[in-house]
């Protein structure tokens, strides 16, 4: 079980496509550089005590696919730019302190068939 915060070296790992950190005792931010290498495929972050925003450069390369953070501590509002991801199939982001409406056109992704943001305090009306 790892514990305390992501070292910041992981988000910079060029090659990095699939990073599951799922079930430990992670604490603090998510790298600001997260998903800067454009090559990020599926995201795990789930069951930690992550307590940060989500990084706007989580989808950079727009080839997520999967990002899973739910059961942490997350604050704030879903980034804009995670509605320019057109490969994202599934978002598991539950059990956070999620704000606000949802990211324009996050609903629309033709991608998209899981979105799970249960236990949130998201506002506003979708249709």
């Excluded at 320019?84 to 199939?89: I, P």
């Excluded at 982001?93 to 629309?108: A, S």
């Amino acid at each position: 079980m790892f514990h305390g915060e992501i070292p910041n070296f992981i988000a910079e790992l060029p090659k990095l496509q699939v990073l599951k950190l799922w079930h430990n005792n992670l604490t603090g931010s998510i790298p600001s550089k997260l998903g800067e290498n454009g090559r990020l495929v599926e995201l795990d972050l789930s069951t930690n005590k992550l307590t940060s925003l989500i990084p706007k450069s989580i989808c950079l390369g727009r080839r997520l696919h999967i990002l899973i953070m739910f059961d942490n501590f997350l604050f704030d509002a879903l980034p804009e730019d995670l509605s320019k991801c057109v490969t994202l199939s599934r978002v598991r982001m539950g059990h956070n302190y999620l704000i606000r409406p949802l990211p324009n056109g996050l609903l629309y992704l033709p991608e998209l068939s899981l979105m799970e943001l249960n236990n949130n305090y998201l506002s506003g009306r979708y249709e």
